[in-house]
């Protein structure tokens, strides 16, 4: 079976690192033999300066979508997604400062043809060191979430951060509760049948929502550590660190207090959300 594939990534002040992507994609495009088209699209979200990225978009044959909101990654995403071509079956998502192997795109391919339960496959992810980082997780659970987020900074080797991130898990084919959106292939009938990534988180926690949505809709999100990426660092999201500390709180708490929904669970969320907020003012006050 071919495949039309598209490509997506979101910009925000990416500078350079939208280069290294680009320049990693037609290596990667020319191993994966079951896909007969690469379509490619960039969306920038309201970069100072847009003019770079759009540059170096067009310079790699990349559709470039200007936005000027910088509104989050999902949106960012979807606004991607819907400048490709409606033949676009399969669609790797992937953050700018991510360069992919040469058989990355192939391995992801061949998985989500060979699993057609999954709605979404998963690379294994190398840091700038080049270690594995622990990208398919379990779906956080009230006693897994609070647990990593007391003592994930000050007891790494928990029981419940090892429960949640997986970490001793990364050298075999799995199912995962949620695939690191930093990178992974989507099947696009699978994805807009969940109706993409939920535009209320601005960054971080969208990529486990859509997991956890894929699941519940009958999908798999599977990881494939036979396809490998480097993400070299989270290079827009490091040029302001606090404020995104307060924004993964949030999100967070947005995530927990849905999944624990309930009328008799309000008690919960109030505590969840006091606590999260405790926490980020912690971590930020510096």
């Known amino acids: 079976m071919t495949h039309v ?18 320049d990693s994609v037609a290596p990667a495009a020319r ?77 992801l ?6 699993l057609p339960h999954a709605g979404a496959v998963g690379p294994r992810i190398l840091d700038a060191h080049g270690d594995t980082y622990p990208s398919a997780r379990a779906l956080p659970s009230l006693r897994t979430g609070v647990g990593h987020a007391v003592f994930g900074r000050v007891w790494p080797s928990n029981p419940w951060s ?5 970490e001793r898990h990364t050298e075999h084919e ?7 959106g930093a990178c992974l292939l989507v099947r696009r009938e699978a994805y807009e049948d969940v109706g993409g990534f939920d535009h209320s988180y601005f960054m971080y926690f969208e990529d486990v929502d859509l997991g956890a949505r894929l699941g519940r809709a009958g999908w798999s999100n599977v990881y494939v550590p036979d396809a490998v990426v480097t993400h070299t660092g989270a290079h827009s999201t490091a040029q302001n660190s606090a404020v ?3 924004e993964h709180h949030r ?36």
């Open 31 to 107: 191993q994966a033999t079951e896909v007969s088209r690469i379509e490619v699209a960039v969306s920038d979200n309201a970069s100072t300066d847009a003019r770079a990225e759009e540059e170096i978009a067009r310079e790699h044959g990349a559709v470039f979508v200007g936005r000027r909101n910088n509104d989050g990654y999902g949106a960012g995403v979807d606004a991607a997604i819907q400048a490709l071509p409606p033949d676009v079956d399969l669609v790797l998502i992937s953050n700018p400062d991510v360069v992919l192997a040469r058989e990355a795109v192939h391995e």
């Open 251 to 286: 999100s967070a708490a947005l995530f927990l207090t849905r999944r624990y929904g309930s009328r008799q669970l309000a008690p919960l969320r109030l505590a969840l959300r006091i606590g999260l907020a405790a926490r980020s003012w912690w971590v930020t006050r510096r």
């Open 174 to 180: 799995r199912e995962a509760g949620w695939l690191s």
């Open 109 to 114: 391919v061949v998985a989500i043809d060979r």
């Open 244 to 246: 995104m500390e307060r």
């Open 162 to 166: 090892r429960s949640y991130k997986a």
């Open 5 to 22: 594939l598209g490509i997506v990534t979101v910009t925000h002040n990416s500078g350079e690192t939208l280069r290294s992507f680009l």
